[in-house]
């Protein structure tokens, strides 16, 4: 079985072929659209595959130039993929809440950030033990919500190269943020999804932990093999 035959089979047996209702199709997917069954929309993974292949050599060429790449992905169907693919990476990530301004106003966020560190870093060694336990309390709430916000981009200086994004319709806003910043983003989507939004779009199940399971594994191996220089 060819390479491109086995990976159709694999997306078909994830679910990637699934889309949304007709009702809910945005018409820059319609050349995508295999059939319609039951009023749900039925992706041609056929097509998927190409643009899947375009979006995976973008990761490797990133990848081989030393680029970060943020990973978007704050639905509970992608969060944990999202997280632990970026972890394994070595990325930054928003896998709970996206804070307006992360990347337009990165300057701001950066302090904030800094802020969090700091706040941790004084914990660590004591230095809060001077406040009062009430004052203690805030804090930590205010600390536990920076950790819920800023975590995944602790470990950045400047606004990333690019973005992987699950479900860009969700995620507008990051998305947006990208587009003014003239970030490359790469996005796993749906057929209520703009198309036209994402420079190197995936048309496929965006919904199910199996489909984004399946294509972030995909980016996180490419990005992989575009470290260590192989282009196959």
Request: charge should be positive; aromatic fraction near 8%; charged fraction near 30%.
């Amino acid at each position: 079985m060819s390479k491109e035959n086995t990976i159709i089979e694999e997306m078909f047996r994830a679910g990637a072929h699934y889309g949304y209702s007709k009702s809910r199709r945005h018409p820059s997917t319609s050349a995508y659209i295999f059939g319609t069954k039951s009023g749900v929309d039925i992706i041609n993974i056929e097509k998927t595959y190409e643009l899947f292949e375009k979006a995976l050599d973008e990761v490797k060429r990133l990848a081989s130039s030393g680029k970060t790449i943020l990973f978007v992905g704050t639905k509970p169907e992608a969060r944990q993929q999202m997280l632990e693919a970026a972890l394994a990476l070595n990325m930054p990530y928003v896998s709970e809440r996206w804070v307006g301004g992360s990347l337009t106003n990165f300057p701001e966020i950066k302090k904030r950030i800094t802020k969090l560190l700091d706040l941790r870093d004084q914990k660590e060694k004591g230095g809060l033990d001077k406040y009062t336990k009430k004052e203690r309390l805030l804090i930590d709430r205010e600390m536990d919500d920076m950790t819920k916000n800023f975590q995944g981009l602790t470990g950045i200086t400047k606004v990333p190269d690019a973005m992987f994004v699950i479900d860009p319709k969700k995620e507008h806003i990051a998305v947006t943020e990208a587009q003014k910043m003239n970030l490359p983003v790469i996005g796993l989507l749906n057929t209520d999804c703009n198309l036209k939004q994402v420079e190197h779009p995936i048309i496929a199940n965006d919904a199910s932990v199996a489909s984004i399971s399946f294509f972030v594994q995909a980016v996180k191996d490419a990005y992989a093999s575009g470290i260590k220089g192989e282009n196959k």
